[in-house]
């Protein structure tokens, strides 16, 4: 029996993850079900689409991935299903896939309402709608099967991809995570020659909000105390940190914000 | 091997939980632990009734439930193993196995100490004397063979249940979830010809605190942004809710405000 | 296949303990992963090698520990590997694996880089390179495969062990847990005859700070209202607890703090 994972704004203190987890487990006994997060915040479709984006390609190949933040549950939203060569995603029709819809080989729009549980009322699709349906792929049914194709699936707005400028390339804050770091969207193939060479030259500097960064480093203990400096993050995109303090709060930044990098030629 | 779902008040900072899951893993190798929740406030008995009751449905047939939220570890209270058709639980005597215990086949007070660990002290029975009667039940161990039945298990105090008067049904705020929902425990087959009904005409108003709400919907996008509705919730009874706004703080609405649900009949 | 358990400071709002999960899972399958804690404050060793030693003894033989509290991560701190006569653990040398150096009959400094997966970065060990290690003894790789033995593992300063003296022993606070009970690392076998002779002659008393305790109970729920007592906790330590009311936060005392315990010998 393949992998389940969980990506969810439930929460940990309800029992909505609780009731997921128990359906797929009546519906497709023996599954493993591995939790990426339930903290995301209520309705935060932009956090959920990098935290599975983020997660899935560690699994293993053939895992399915239900994601459930789903402000519009009940409503005449769509329910996709969507497979790349790796694994199986399905989440509401809201942007959620978002980088995972790149790359994917097939997507569907969930249909097959004999496979939905009887609920009494419309606000729980998490348990009465995904949890059997990600069930069913558990199982071994075919994508083709769940509905027609769909070739317009609702894309998150307001997120344009970082672009490169004469001498700079400009992006913004993807994620702030836990320890304050500042996951930037720019990936650091994108320095001229790789970021070795920017390491070992020191011609790069970084600009969010007021605050400047020019020291380039490869791990967190490398950084003095009270600095910040750009490092190569765990997605291959830069990072931006401190050394065991809070970046992000500490120069109030939040995601989203716009990450200025520039370097000279010379 | 079936399932052993884990709810408790233990957090998920401290050591408490993952001492539990090894004894069972130890004691019940195979066995799928699956979390309901270790977020209960410390103590809190009537919270813990409600998520249990709420969670144990979607689980398999034959899943064990084990609930310590035991403010009486150590002391002369009983541990209670109780059976229904589809599950059994094992929990302290002191309330939280409520909803359960009305549709409880067999009820046992715990008393063989020859399954409990030897332990240095008294203030940890979910490792020491819960873990090792979950696995002896998770090998099929019988429930008769555990100790006395019990006919006077302790009930919570002070919780009534829902009523209906001429025109109108009171009950209470049951739960207020993640998303500041307040699940009421007003069922939502009580209004007359059920909900469908109530939608149609529009006649039904409910009053909780100062809010008063006069909009039936069926999922939380329909709500206008800052209004709040009456909708059938996930449990089948009634709920009020807001559209991507947390309800219970917008309006200063706790667990157990009264609820009075009200109709004209005309 | 053996248990893994993970104890890290990663948070559960990330997508990082995910992707230690996922690259465990798929590089060996059917391995069983329970959490010990993903809640320990970034970069808290002492905390990690507290919950560490507490949680481990639970577990099957055989299980292995994976504990990634890691604020040297990508410098050239040492991964260790070690082996008890119970299991084994894996860990950054940094202090974390503490008590449990004292029991090991083995340790050894990882250096098979032909097990770490190819990285963007050095900033995510966690998923790069203590998971396929995991992986690698969960799938019976020997531990003295791993790398030369190591006979200077780094230790926790600033921590030293109680200590009798005439009358009295003295110790410190070693845990907070949530609900504010005070776990000291005093033994309650140091007790003169034991804590049941202390309990029953009502010989002893404790100082933390600016609170004295006098009162010694076998459980919480013996302890007046308001009132704070000395009791044997889950490690066989003593513990300083009110009855559901949070200690630390009432007395202002955290982890580190002095505890003296004296008694009458007459």
Redo the contacts between chains.
């Keep these: 029996m393949p992998?389940l994972?969980l990506l969810t704004?439930?929460?940990?203190?309800?029992?909505?993850?609780?009731?997921?987890?128990?359906?797929v487990?009546?519906l497709a006994?023996g599954t493993?079900?591995?939790?990426?997060?339930?903290?995301?915040p209520?309705?935060d479709v932009e956090s959920t689409a990098?935290?599975l984006a983020?997660?899935?390609p560690?699994?293993?190949d053939g895992?399915v991935h239900l994601a459930v933040v789903d402000?519009?549950?009940?409503?005449g939203?769509r329910i996709l299903a969507a497979r790349t060569t790796a694994a199986l995603f399905l989440a509401p029709d809201n942007g959620l896939l978002g980088p995972v819809l790149d790359a994917a080989l097939e997507v569907r729009a969930v249909e097959r309402s004999d496979l939905f549980l009887p609920?009494?009322?419309?606000?729980?699709h998490g348990?009465?709608r995904f949890a059997p349906v990600a069930a069913w792929l558990l199982r071994g049914g075919a994508l083709s099967e769940l509905g027609p194709a769909v070739s317009d699936p609702v894309r998150l707005p307001g997120v344009s991809p970082p672009r490169r400028s004469p001498g700079g390339i400009r992006g913004r804050v993807a994620h702030v995570?836990?320890?304050g770091n500042l996951v930037t969207d720019l990936p650091?193939a994108w320095l001229p020659s790789g970021f070795a060479a920017a390491l070992s030259t020191g011609k790069c500097h970084a600009q969010v909000g007021d605050l400047a960064v020019t020291r380039l480093v490869?791990?967190?203990?490398?950084i003095p105390p009270g600095e910040a400096a750009i490092?190569?993050?765990?997605?291959?995109t830069l990072?931006l940190s401190m050394?065991?303090e809070d970046l992000a709060r500490r120069w109030s930044v939040a995601r989203g914000a716009r990450v200025d990098l520039g370097w000279n030629e010379s």
Tied chains: 1, 2, 3.
């Design positions: 992998i994972t704004d439930f929460g940990t203190a309800d029992y909505y993850v609780a009731a997921v987890k128990g359906t487990l009546r006994p493993t079900v591995v939790d990426i997060s339930h903290q995301v209520p309705g990098f935290l983020a997660a899935a560690s699994f293993p895992s402000p519009g549950v009940g409503s939203r609920a009494p009322g419309a606000t729980f348990r009465d995570d836990r320890y650091a490869t791990h967190y203990a490398e490092l190569v993050g765990s997605l291959g990072e050394n065991g």
